[in-house]
């Protein structure tokens, strides 16, 4: 039998709903996501730390889990919430029910919501912080709840996601930690790769690891907190910034670290990475209404003009406006609402966008930009010189 | 990249009459289309055959060609246009395989004309399985193992190699025509030798069989800046080795993670690169193995298709539209996404709803024909149904179908439990067939477990998880009324259950034969409980960005995006899914009553649950309302849109059936009344309206026993036409010239009871049928238009061809028909169209038939006068007298224009192609010219038959017709043609001075006529003999030439025309083709 439950937003707006895993209570910032295939990427992204999730798509669960498809050892969302579960998955990877696989992180599921209508109350009064429950089910109580809840803005999540040591990445897992103070050639020692590159977590999806990878790259992964200093005594070939979650200006220390590294090593960043970019630019971030997260934003390479369909997840955005550098070059451009998605420099060797290439879930569209960084590393240029 | 300057005049080829595997969808893409180029300031000329779509409505195009689909008949209207380009990717296959022959011509050289969307190395590529398999190996993709064969040693040899189960594809035909599935070298030698024979390059391909593996298919578009993108995905419910026209589908795909996806999604993108489709849509084909995900590619079309139309209608998406706007050089990031405004085309829509496709089959039709789903395409229509669960659409789509049954499962339509044994169910899950799904249910209900069911049907187990969540459901709610019984049992429903019920599709219907109760009742329960319905926008988004055009579906959820407005508003009831005798002739006057009202700024709202038609573009109506046509559904949108009529004339019976339901729940109908309609049918108060009237009908009564129904018979007099007259559309209706065949008749079609009677009318022989239209306001009428049709009365007025204006009859007959029209219009009150069948014997008028609604006549006429008579027929519904509208007096064309229509018995095998009074056509085609002869020739050649102005006729004719078939015989003689008769039609010749060779009848051995047909000595096939057992010349003669694609001819009346279409055509120095614009102008 399944729990009622309810979900009640900041403004007093509720939606009652049955919980298919788990149960509690749990306060986040609400949000949707518009794709309508890889649900275990979108709960294991730890990019949606503080966030619980709404599908737009209303059937979820039909192909189960599995161990492959996972972007970070745990479950990040703080809720998950569709309009039909559904229990009998049917894939040949399947090993395990979302109902099971929920329950096993401890993660709230609720079914049962006219996810439409939150959606479009989303999009209409903008992102808001909500508090769903099994155990509160009164709407003036749940409400007041999730008025006095922190909410995303200035908090910095990163330090939540991170990992706490740095660890080697090698063939398509974690392979041991290291100790960034040990000397360097041990610690690129193992594993295929031209290239080293060392990559800053601020919550990194497992599948960027897999695309470095596959790009002829030896990944090191080093904890959010790690200094330039510490990073350049590595003397990578390139350095990528990672995605995370929550309010980019909240996580200063990043940023600064950032700017330390301008111009010294190749620097590509995806997400939060390029928040932190556009930052260490001298640029500011704003929060989007109500973000962009799904599998079919177009997206323009203002370089060759040609569209790619992206993968997203963002609720703030780099304003292009703010950034003082002249020598600053907007590189992509959210089709949509004509957002920035990508930067780069004709100096210093760096780019980054919004979005995410790694894709997962997601079209493979914008692949080309981990060669892109390939490219990069071997000439020493950033992409918009050339 | 804007628009390309160079291209000011483009031509579009149609796809023609509507066939099996080609039907309305490609009016739909053609309209949108030619719309979409007209916006751009080109010119469009369009050829099309016809009639009955709106593509070839005078003002879409610039100049319209109502003529064959035929290279040489492409090759006069190129030269006499000479447009920039000719976009091949709208009309189908027809229109591709057309044009494809066009340029080998080498015409578009010659003129400069341009192909643009596919060019004929692009279609090749992708037609040719040869070259699709060396393209597919080029991009490390795999497809089923496979051989390219020509003849019967190749693909056994092929078969040695592969292996058995194997599938047999034909190249270049449509909808899989002549391919199958083989399991033994028997029927491979019978599906391979059908199908290198419908092949147009005489060639199969002998396929490894993936039955049972999962299909998928991917709608794609591409620009020419290689931006690519993914309008829809489709998973098919029935495995591999049913149609996909014949499966049920579902979007989006439903059991592939991201990562699988994925792997499609590049695929698919590759492909289009690879084929090198450089603008436009395609689609592609996938089949996956459950048990390891391997993935083939199946096949790709370059074109848009009837996946196209259904992903368009599924996600808001307009491919058509788009792959128009892209071959004149747009690039996707500069459309505009017309549903959101604010966003651009170059995106992948995304949907937060489920989509489910039924099709709709016709078996009925066709006795002999087995009810087996294999790889070629056997259904008629499909209906489409939107809802938030599968479950809803899956029961919504089943009762859109219009079969008769409510949903899935407890409408009471259910067989008798005790009746389902195992080896029944097993035998009903293992074949595929119309009506799996309810076998699937039943099957489950019998208690068979879902693994058992998966075993013997593939279809994945997640559609069989749900399926069994409805099947338990019900069995919930049949509890609810073993408790109801004590108390009532509406109020053991409680409000959970119901609103479960209702978001899972139950309709009132099935909820009321669970419980035992009224639809009504569980309706008022529901509205107590406060479950109402909602309706939700289709927007591309999910909600992402705010939608602007009101395209809905309804559901039960907890809000509502409905926006009724306080404007005056119709409501349109469209026809819901293509079937035999209801098709886009209905879908053609529901989309001008809807333009009608908004030319008169009155809000227009269709509803429809056919995503093949114009009816059900976005942009057709001011609202579209995409929810079956049941009682249930149409009050739902009525309640709340509260319109202030609803026209229910045009849609044919589909929404006739709601008139007098909806009627009484107080349903305002507009034009003639639900009561006059009933006057019309029912045969008591019909045959007092003539008698007050003074027309005569042919003698008639009814009979409720066998016995009756021989006293009656015998009374009028053999031969009579019997029908149920519980039926419509000539279902079972035939004609009887003996007691022998009579009883026969009453034994095996029908079974008479007081309950069913059946109706008897004289059956009046060798007489002139014909068809009138006409539109009234009450106070005048107007006829648009009288047609004669060139078989006798006894065939169905929709399968024989017709004439119009009438070639035969004297002005005062004429004037008779118009004043019986004008008397029986006022008597009716008739407010709209009508239309009357007469019959004419001995210069004496019967009136067969009336029928106060439209018909499916009404666009040929419109087409044949150039007045719009359905929009006029609106206006009038909505108040606007014929006067006021300027409508005075009847067209009077000066060009002769004949309707054909065209039959799909070749899908059929082992099925008589014999015409009689039901109907089983499935579309039709228009000639226009300036005389008979050639307007007739237009028509055959349209409707595929081939014409021969040379080589051997053969006639065989009965007995009574040997004196009328001299003149034919002599003028084909005089014609420069051979002929060759049998033994009784020899000697009849020969004494006439006719000279003939004399071949044997099958009965008198070999060589026969048959094997004569089959060696290519005959052109043309003239038999009136009758005979339905198979084992009869007559038989074996039609089935050969239906086979051999060889024109044949079963009356003395078409025989007479065919010659005179033969004389015109030899005559004619050269095809004369002429735009409908220059016809009207006069």
Redesign the interface.
Known sequence: MTRRALLALEDGTTFPCFAFAGDGEVAAEVCFNTAMTGYQEVLTDPSYKGQMVVMTYPLIGNYGTNPEDVESAAVQVSAFLVKEYQPLPSNFRSTQSLKEYLEAAGVLGVEGLDTRALTRHLRIKGAMKGVLSTRDLDPASLTAKAQRSPGLVGVDLVKEVTCQAAYRWIGGRIDRQVDLAGDPEAIWAGGQGRWRVVALDCGIKYNILRRLEARDMKVLVVPAFTTAAAIARLNPDGVFLSNGPGDPAAVTYVVETVRDLLGVKPIFGICLGHQMLGQALGGKTFKLKFGHRGANQPVMDLITTKVEITSQNHGFCVDAATIPDPDVVMTHLNLNDRTLEGLSHKKIPLFCVQYHPEASPGPHDADYLFDRFVKMMTTGQPPAAA | MPKRDDLKKIMIIGSGPIIISQACEFDYSGTQAIKALKEEGIQVVLINSNPATIMTDPEMADRTYVEPITPEYVVEVLRAERPDAILPTLGGQTALNTALMVARTGILEELGIEMIGATPAVIEKAESRELFRAAMANIGLKVPESAICHTIAEVLAAARRIGYPLVVRPAFTLGGTGGGVAYNREDLEAIASAGLAASLTNEVMIEQSVLGWKEFELEVMRDR???V??IC?IENLDPMGVHTGDSITVA???????????VM??AAIAIMREIGVETGGSNVQFAIN????EMVVVEMNPRVSRSSALASKATGFPIAKMAAKLAIGY???ELPNDITK???A?????????VVKVPRWAFEKFPGAQDVLTTSMKSVGETMAIG???KEALQKGLRGLEIGRAGLIGDGKDPDPASLTPDLLREKLRTPNSLRIFWVAQAMRAGMSDQEIFDLTWI???FL??IRQLVDFQAELSTCRAWGELVDPLTSLDEGLLRRAKQWGFSDRQLAAALGCDELAVRRRREKLGIRHTY?LVDT??????AYTPYFYGTY???DECRAGERRKVMILGGGPNRIGQGIEFDYCCVHASLALRELGIESIMVNSNPETVSTDYDTSDKLYFEPLTFEDVLNIIASEKPEGIIVQFGGQTPLNLAVPLYKAGAPILGTSPDAIDRAEDRDRFRDLLKKLGLRQPANATATSVDQAVAIAEKIGYPVVVRPSYVLGGRAMEIVYDQAALMHYMATAVQASPDHPILIDKFLEDAIEVDVDAVADGQSCVVAGIMEHIEQAGVHSGDSACVLPPHTLTPDMIDEIRSATHALAFELGVKGLMNIQFAVKDNLLYILEVNPRASRTAPFVSKATGIPWAKVATKVMVGHSLKDQGILAEARPGHISVKEAVFPFVRFPGVDPVLGPEMRSTGEVMGIDSNLGLAFAKSQIAAGQVLPTSGTVFISVKDQDKPAVAPVARKFHRLGLDIVATTGTHAALTAQGIPSRLVQKVSQGRPHVVDAMKNGEVQLVINTAEGKDPQSDAYQIRRAALERGLPYITTIAAAKATVDAVEALLKSDHLSVTPLQDYYRG
């Open positions: 800046k290689d931006n993108v993914i995905s989006p795909a439903q059991t592939l993670t991201d990562r699988e996806y994925q999604r590049d459950p048990a390891d995900g690039t996707l990031d604010e966003t651009m170059s995106f992948e829509p995304t949907i937060d709803y489920c938030r669960t599968f994945d187990p997640w998880a749900n939700k988004c999910a909600a992402e960005f705010e959820e907890t809000e």
